[in-house]
């Protein structure tokens, strides 16, 4: 009996090393893979990552909606092009769809500058350009929700506010991921970022 017990352990011994060199081989085959296609393994890490703002942006969404906001949902809302009826969610609507954005967008930026694209440009100019394109993008996703809400309500109920703001999350990433990769978030080489940073220090001296 003894001897079946030290056979299997001497067994599982060797079977270790070998499971470790698998797993390792696998792991160099993914590095291999990444190296050779940066930019695609980036675009699937800023998808990845920007999961992170999405489960901010559908929980501030339903805390707001639900919650915070609900006792404008009859009310209806109308400010410029902005024109939520009561059946596309009312005052309640827009300032949900508004909070989520804006605290979504926080955690996009953080998460994407140091995780996804580990930028070392400006963080001075960057912020400027970055806050741009989000109120840019901030109005078209709240122009679509009540566009598609009323419609949407009359297919899926309740749930048509969530499908509005999956597709103004799909809205996001067409427009925001080329202008984090090439514009605001941009790895630069060691001396362009050494004086962006020295610029930098120099103008808050100066200020």
């Given at each position: 009996m003894d001897d079946e017990v030290q056979g299997s352990g001497a067994s599982q011994q060797g079977s270790d090393p070998d499971a470790r060199r698998g797993g390792w081989s696998l792991w160099r085959r993914f590095q291999d893979w990444r190296d050779a296609h940066p930019d695609?393994?980036?675009?699937?890490?800023?998808?990845i990552m920007s999961n992170v703002a999405t489960i901010t942006n559908f929980l501030v969404l339903f805390v707001s909606n639900a919650i915070i906001f609900s006792a404008w949902a009859?009310?209806?809302?109308?400010w410029g092009p902005f024109e939520y009826t009561v059946a596309?969610?009312?005052l309640a609507g827009f300032l949900s769809f508004l909070l989520a954005y804006a605290a979504a967008q926080a955690v996009n930026f953080y998460v994407q500058r140091k995780v996804v694209f580990k930028a070392n440009n400006n963080l001075g100019a960057a912020i400027p350009i970055y806050i741009t394109a989000v109120v840019a993008v901030y109005f078209i996703c709240l122009y679509v929700p009540q566009i598609?809400?009323?419609?949407?309500?009359d297919?899926?109920?309740?749930w048509?506010?969530?499908?509005?703001?999956?597709?103004?999350?799909?809205?996001?990433?067409v427009i925001l991921y080329p202008v984090l990769k090439f514009v605001v978030m941009r790895k630069v080489e060691q001396n362009e970022a050494a004086e962006a940073a020295a610029h930098e220090a120099e103008g808050s001296r100066t200020d």
């Open positions: 695609i393994y980036e675009f699937i890490m800023f998808n009859d009310t209806p809302f109308s596309a969610g009312g598609i809400v009323p419609p949407l309500t297919v899926v109920g309740g048509a506010v969530y499908v509005a703001n999956v597709v103004n999350i799909m809205i996001q990433v």
